[in-house]
């Protein structure tokens, strides 16, 4: 008698769970969001997408590291078109503010 099989699940379905079990929840979703705000960068403003970041997860804000001060001034002046795309992205987060921080040299 064989043993019985377990039905198929995707590996993209097991992340979740395993890094629960690890205790990694916190920072499988950072993954997700910073991925989610990169596609979000380059699909509604490109010319700023490679000079900023999601590095942080504060509360009802998403921290963004930029690269220069009118990058900054670019993501601010976009934050509410940009949240509303994160917070519809698969994988984003729901936030109220986007805080900018300069990458350090």
Do not use: N
């Not at 395993?18 to 490109?46: H, K, N």
């Amino acid at each position: 008698m064989s043993p019985a099989r377990r039905p198929m699940r995707r590996v993209g379905d097991l992340l979740p769970e395993a890094a629960r079990a690890l205790g990694l929840e916190d920072e499988l979703r950072l993954a997700r969001a910073a991925s989610a705000f990169a596609s979000v960068l380059a699909e509604r403003a490109p010319a700023v997408a490679g000079a900023a970041r999601l590095v942080r997860l504060a509360g009802a804000a998403v921290i963004v590291e930029v690269d220069h001060p009118l990058v900054a001034q670019e993501v601010r002046l976009r934050a509410p078109e940009l949240l509303e795309a994160l917070a519809e992205a698969s994988g984003g987060v729901r936030a109220s503010e986007i805080r900018t921080v300069a990458a350090r040299s």
